[in-house]
T-cell receptor
């Protein structure tokens, strides 16, 4: 149980393109989903927290107009990297936490999306 | 900022127990200790979490000291597939803005054949 699916797993596109990444909780409902970014040889950095039906909360230094997050249902959140540039190339990872049984439920992670901007 | 301290790397012989330490001396009474691992180029995998009692599941055991200022993750019989970066994270057990996982640098566990 507790499977999080992320799509696509890899994207290569030209500079200036907008890229959408999907994150789905397959066997549970998630009121809260999280988006992280990881650069090579670094740890995961939290970008934003996404709550179903409301606006995402962004971490300090993360541009909300650059990284658009939508959490339209209890099983789907999307991250759109708008007008992507080479410096946006990174490993983007989502995670989800089950809606039930309290806030100490573990977060479960997708397998990440490797984004390469040429 | 991460609220935990872990050694940057450790080695372990295949088949032996791997004991990964974590210091969290500023942990609050309502914060849980979570352990995740990340195998190269994959998303983090949940391992185990606990509040103050020792916990065991099919993957590992978590030993938390009585004062809760440190913990140890134990992989009883390490295999080559356990080579990964292991993250120890503290997180409050209530909802709200602080209920999120903040990753530190973790411990790179290298299981040697």
């Amino acid at each position: 149980g507790a499977v999080v699916s992320q799509h696509p797993s890899r994207v290569i596109c030209k500079s200036g393109t907008s890229v959408k990444i999907e994150c789905r909780s397959l066997d549970f409902q998630a009121t809260t989903m999280f988006w992280y970014r990881q650069f090579p040889k670094q740890s995961l950095m939290l970008m934003a927290t996404s709550n179903e039906g409301s606006k995402a909360t962004y971490e300090q230094g993360v541009e909300k107009d650059k990284f658009l997050i939508n959490h339209a249902s209890l099983t789907l959140s999307t991250l759109t990297v708008t007008s992507a540039h080479p410096e946006d190339s990174s490993f983007y990872i989502c995670s989800a936490r089950a809606a039930t049984k309290g806030a100490n439920q573990p977060q479960h992670f997708g397998d990440g999306t490797r984004l390469s901007i040429l | 900022d991460a609220k935990t301290t872990q050694p940057p790397s450790m080695d372990c012989a295949e088949g032996r127990a791997a004991n990964l330490p974590c210091n969290h001396s500023t942990i609050s009474g309502n914060e849980y200790v979570y352990w995740y691992r990340q195998i190269h180029s994959q998303g983090p995998q949940y391992i185990i979490h606990g509040l103050k009692n020792n916990e065991t599941n099919e993957m590992a055991s978590l030993i938390i000291t009585e004062d809760r200022k440190s913990s140890t993750l134990i992989l009883p019989h390490a295999t080559l597939r356990d080579t990964a970066v292991y993250y120890c994270i503290v997180r409050p057990n209530y909802g709200g803005a602080t209920n999120k996982l903040i990753f530190g640098t973790g411990t790179l566990l290298a299981v040697q054949p």
